[in-house]
T-cell receptor, first 111, second 118 residues
């Protein structure tokens, strides 16, 4: 079982739709949580950090449930440019904060 | 703003050859991480350095070694290359800080080096 699990998708949605991604992690000691976005053959780019209280950045909302070890990302009013793979990432909180990645959820936004 | 720089961007090698990948972190960042991403896979942590000392080690083969230099750039040395080493190699940097400084665990990734082993 992977330490960080995501639904691989793909999620095919029309422009303007709202889409939600979920992620579970197994290491209860993890302290930091992130969503990264990765376009094909490019580097992961930080989308947002995830805080216990939940946080929002424009059309993107992230939630963290430590008790259930569950992280979510909500994208409202999807744009064509949102098409990418979304990586759920946690730090393993041992030593120097190496990141553990989920396998990613692929999003395809169509006109 | 300056980002993480990696070189070369593309590298083609034969089996059993050696390769050296370079990473220049964001200015003032003190921690460097190396990740390997195989085709269709998620990035896997290899090794990290903080203030020029190895700080953590992941699934890095014994054929690979790395170091961080006084100017904070890092090099990943890969020897006896195998076909399975073909992958994207990402470097990331962060500002861990030290006593009295602000600690941040946010990692910023470079564009990667695509290594192909023939």
């Amino acid at each position: 079982r992977k330490e960080v699990e995501q639904d691989p998708g793909p999620f095919n949605v029309p422009e303007g739709a709202t889409v939600a991604f979920n992620c579970t992690y197994s290491n209860s000691a993890s302290q930091s949580f992130f969503w990264y976005r990765q376009d094909c053959r490019k580097e992961p780019k930080l989308l947002m950090s995830v805080y216990s209280s939940g946080n929002e950045d424009g059309r993107f909302t992230a939630q963290l449930n430590r008790a259930s070890q569950y992280i979510s990302l909500l994208i409202r009013d999807s744009k064509l440019s949102d098409s990418a793979t979304y990586l759920c990432v946690v730090n393993d909180n041992t030593g120097f904060q190496k990141l553990v990645f989920g396998t990613g959820t692929r999003l395809l936004v169509s006109p | 703003a300056a980002g993480v720089i990696q070189s070369p961007r593309h590298l083609i090698k034969e089996k059993r050859e050696t390769a050296t990948l370079k990473c220049y972190p964001i200015p003032r960042h003190d921690t460097v991480y190396w990740y390997q991403q195989g085709p269709g896979q998620d990035p896997q942590f290899l090794i990290s350095f903080y203030e020029k000392m190895q700080s953590d080690k992941g699934s890095i083969p014994d054929r690979f070694s790395a170091q961080q230099f006084s100017d904070y750039h890092s090099e990943l040395n890969m020897s006896s290359l195998e076909l399975g080493d073909s992958a994207l190699y990402f470097c990331a940097s962060s500002l861990r800080g030290g006593p009295g400084l602000v600690f941040s665990d946010t990692q910023y990734f470079g564009p990667g080096t695509r290594l192909t082993v023939l």
